[in-house]
């Protein structure tokens, strides 16, 4: 490889000229357009780093969508055991212990998943042991966000102690250029075992004939700091491998153990538990290699990493990143992967913050599901083997935050990419398959973590088929989860992991099917009231898909199933203050669980009765029934988006009202289209998109949950939003931008037009759906499966009359 100029020369002047043609560039450069005024360079208004503070959990690391490796730093606040935030980086933690292999995009539970193997570039001599510095005082170092870069695919910073780091990223391997001071002691620390969570085992080994450094972490333990339960998943479900290969000879080498150096040694091994804290400070291994900066202070690392084995990390490598590859090279085919993906939805008009918060947001709703398996196809199953892809499956993915995702981020990855959507449907099948019949709800690589409530595998694949994904086994899967949801097994009556991580995916089901709710007393679950609304929501997904597949009798079964929330609403459970009507839990007895508040979570997960009793998204017109009536459902649904003084309240922190931050209540915006004022849906999710959404790091209202925020962002701004799971119905809004263009891979354009669209038009005049005059506030499936038109008139006042009248209201 010819002389390179040093990288801490070089990076000054490549960070000025990222930030130039990056995100931040958007406010003083002309958007990219084409003839139609569409955008058609989206990546020009990415910014990474929107999520990364109020709670977002995002990273602003180097990834690519779907991607396997996502390459980003571990920030630390002092603590070696923990980070800044979970997934590893909060904006306001300005200092890092390493630059790690793996993310999960908006994941709770602090630290969050995954984390494995930072890479740290330290400036200075190896003289103690890394995993000895419990407080990150020495093998960690400052940086200024001044010095920091992030675009799609790419990441760079520079170290308050002179080193620098220059990341991009093919979907499972990456390169990258480390610079150093000139003749300062210049090393790179791999902390194999340090992995957010901690790791059960670690090892490294360093080959300095072959410049290489291999090595592997056993991990996994996501959400097991939580106090509700989580010390049931204190153990490990996933070996991730890496191969890093250099372009020059180390000068120095050395492993750790614990607190014992082991200066010259080339191979090392230990884990650290999954304790946090002083249980398990000081524990872990590690290696180094140093390189002489006295004549060249540039290094260049290539690296591959694979959940199968050394051998696939090498394979990943060699197929996806030439030899000679340079991070600008990577980086660009990075950028145009991504904008590909992003040009899915093509928008015109709007503020440059709008674009930039659009675009951001649905980067980070294509950054998932990841891919596990290797080039070859691949990947490791739940059962704990290495299995292969067939059967025409693509790929393998994995990262199901299901609890979340089924909202809405699967719809619009139905939407956009009904293959890796398929492929995805497939590969939960293909875990259930290895998990003997068990779907579980929320899935990390190929560990079953059990988090959250409810089957929510059921309304994610009952979705996928309803809005015309077919390239999975759909009658197998529909098997599957109807025998999940019919035949009662030994787990639904475990309290292993209760009440966050249940390990029942249908608790306590005989129970269930004999009282038609989930008793409270009896339900070995979070929350009897959430348990019961979850498990109708997925039932009701399930009916609507064997109705699809023509198994009527199963259909009628499930469609009532999905009407039992109504044994969990108490007509008469009151606010104290003349309200009456709340989802409450109650006993085996059938008695109601007291006291009762609308402000209290019990009975629930993550939320209040005063959210969730809205949580019937497939039964609306029962709720507002039983609530009275359309009319008394809005005005108590006013209430819950306004304050006694009228004035807004959609930024969360009141018990009583929405709470953007969180799922359960994220649809409820858009029920008045039910209750025949859609003017109300239009009004509120304009000020949601406005005050709760935006630019900078505080951007999202609370954790993304793996793209689930985002989508719902994207939706909104498209005037288009998921009616219920199990459906390709979308309900109407008004759009953000005066024009957008949905690509659908296998069919007609979806193309949305509103003129008018902007801060002073946020309602409704009326709607043309391909060509013709539509009085409903609402589209069938052939808008999504066939494409189309939506053509807006917007106005600056409400039009009470259009898409009010009973007859034409969606459920």
Known sequence: MPPRPSAARRFGARAAAMILTGA???????????????????????????????????????????????????????????????????????????????????????????????????????????????????????????????????????????????????RRAGVADFGFPAGKPANLLFRVSNSLNGSEDAEVEIDTAHRKVTGSVLTGAFCGRRANGGTNNRKSYYRLYFSASFDRDFASTGTWKDGTLAPGATTGRGGEGYATGADRAGRGSGGWVGFDTSADTDVRMRIGISYVSQAGAEANLRQEIAPAASVDDVAEAGARTWDRELGSVRIGGGSTAQRTTFYTALYHSLMQPNLISDTDGRYPGMDGVPHRVGGGQRAQYSNFSGWDQYRAQIQLLALLKPEIAGDFAQSL??????????????????????????????????????????????????????????????????????????????????????????????????????????????????????????????????????????????????????????????????????????????????????????????????????????????????????????????????????????????????????????????????????????????????????????????????????????????????????????????GRDIRISAPAAGATHPYIESVEVNGRPSDRSWTDASLLTRGGTVSHQLSESPNTAWASGASGLPE
């Open 429 to 746: 099948y293909n875990f259930a398959r290895q998990n003997n019949g068990v779907w579980d709800r929320w899935v990390h690589v190929n560990g079953a973590t059990h988090v959250m409530t409810g089957d929510p595998s059921a309304a994610t694949l009952a979705t996928f088929y309803a809005m015309g994904v077919r390239n999975f086994d759909y009658e197998g899967a529909f098997e599957s989860l109807a025998r999940q949801a019919t035949v009662p097994v030994a787990d639904g009556l475990s309290d292993a992991g209760c009440p966050g991580q249940c390990t029942g995916q249908r608790p306590n089901l005989a129970q269930y099917l004999e009282s038609h709710y989930a008793p409270q007393d009896a339900c070995h679950c979070w929350g009897g009231a959430a348990e019961t609304l979850e498990d109708a929501v997925a039932d009701a997904a399930l009916g609507r898909w064997a109705k699809l597949l023509g198994r009527d009798e199963e259909a009628a079964a499930f469609e009532e199933r999905g009407r039992w929330w109504r044994n969990v609403f108490n007509p008469d459970a009151t606010d104290g203050a003349g309200t009456h009507g709340y989802i409450q839990a109650r006993n085996l007895d059938g008695s109601w669980v007291t006291p009762f508040s609308p402000g209290s979570d019990r009975g629930f997960a993550q939320g209040t009765s005063a959210t969730y009793t809205w949580m019937v998204p497939q039964d609306v017109q029962g709720l507002a029934a039983a609530m009275g009536g359309r009319d008394v459902a809005a005005q108590r649904l006013d209430a819950f988006f306004h304050k006694a003084d009228g004035s807004w309240s959609v930024k969360g922190g009141d018990a009583l009202r929405y709470d953007p931050t969180n799922e359960p209540g994220i649809h409820a915006p858009w029920l008045y289209n039910a209750l025949g004022k859609p003017w109300k849906t239009q009004e509120t999710v304009r000020e949601i998109l406005d005050t709760v959404y935006g630019t900078g790091p505080a951007g999202l209202p609370g954790n993304d949950d793996l793209g689930t925020m985002s989508s719902w962002y994207v939706f909104s701004a498209l005037g288009l939003y998921p009616q219920t799971p199990g459906s390709a119905t979308m309900l109407l809004g008004a759009p953000l931008f005066p024009d957008a263009v949905i690509d659908r891979p296998r």
């Open 24 to 170: 931040l560039a958007a406010a003083v450069t002309p958007p990219a357009a084409g003839a139609t005024g569409l955008l058609t360079r989206p990546t020009s208004y990415v910014d990474p780093l929107i999520g990364t503070a109020n709670g977002g959990n995002t990273y602003p690391g180097a990834t690519l969508p779907y991607g396997m490796i996502a390459w980003s730093p571990t920030s630390t606040r002092g603590d070696q055991t923990s980070t800044g935030a979970a997934n590893g980086y909060e904006y306001g933690a300005t200092r890092m212990r390493g630059l790690s292999l793996t993310h999960v995009n908006g994941a709770g539970c602090n630290p969050g998943a995954a984390g494995d193997v930072p890479i740290m570039p330290f400036v200075g001599d190896v003289t103690s042991s890394p995993s000895a510095d419990t407080k990150d005082a020495v093998y960690a170092a400052d940086f200024s966000h001044d010095n920091e870069t992030a675009v799609p695919g790419r990441y760079s910073v520079g170290l308050a102690s002179g080193a620098t780091a220059d990341l991009a990223v093919s």
